[in-house]
């Protein structure tokens, strides 16, 4: 395990619109406010085939193959994220999300695309440490946390 200590920063609160695109919406307002750390929250819906990456294929092969799923119709939707600038500085969301319609539910990484169907609402509470940030990791693929 590695840690760093770090103080909240500034707090935004965010309505995304129809068809707004996770990731890209919250990492192009990370990049403008120059928000290098923070901690977010997805609250609202998703429109149908959105994309959501539900785990390797096969958990021991490298680098992993993503497992992925298209919603299919309309879904609720609930999700907590972290951003971290990568090697070259930009911020770089890692969310995860939970996604019901009905009685079903299907919860994974937005990082292929989800977008917002009618209702976004985003909370990102800024984290005010240069300790971490996310870098390339070559065996897997993933862009790890890195902390110094």
């Not at 992993?64 to 609930?78: D, I, K, Q, S």
């Not at 440490?129 to 902390?147: P, S, W």
Request: hydrophobic share 40%.
């Amino acid at each position: 395990m590695q840690f760093t200590e770090a103080k909240l920063g500034r707090t935004f609160v965010l309505r995304l619109h129809d068809g707004d695109r996770l990731p890209e919406a919250l990492e192009r307002f990370a990049a403008q406010q120059k928000v290098s750390a923070a901690v977010c929250f997805f609250l609202g819906g998703a429109k149908e085939k959105s994309r959501i990456v539900v785990g390797p294929k096969d958990g021991e092969e490298l680098p992993p193959e993503p497992m992925l799923t298209l919603l299919n119709g309309v879904h609720e939707a609930c999700g907590v994220g972290t951003i971290f600038a990568d090697e070259e500085g930009k911020p770089k969301l890692h969310m995860h999300a939970s996604f019901g319609r009905k009685t079903s539910t299907v919860t994974g990484c937005v990082r292929m695309g989800v977008d917002v169907w009618r209702i976004g609402e985003v909370v990102i509470l800024e984290i005010a440490a240069d300790a971490a940030r996310r870098a390339k990791d070559k065996e897997t693929g993933f862009e790890f946390l890195e902390v110094t």
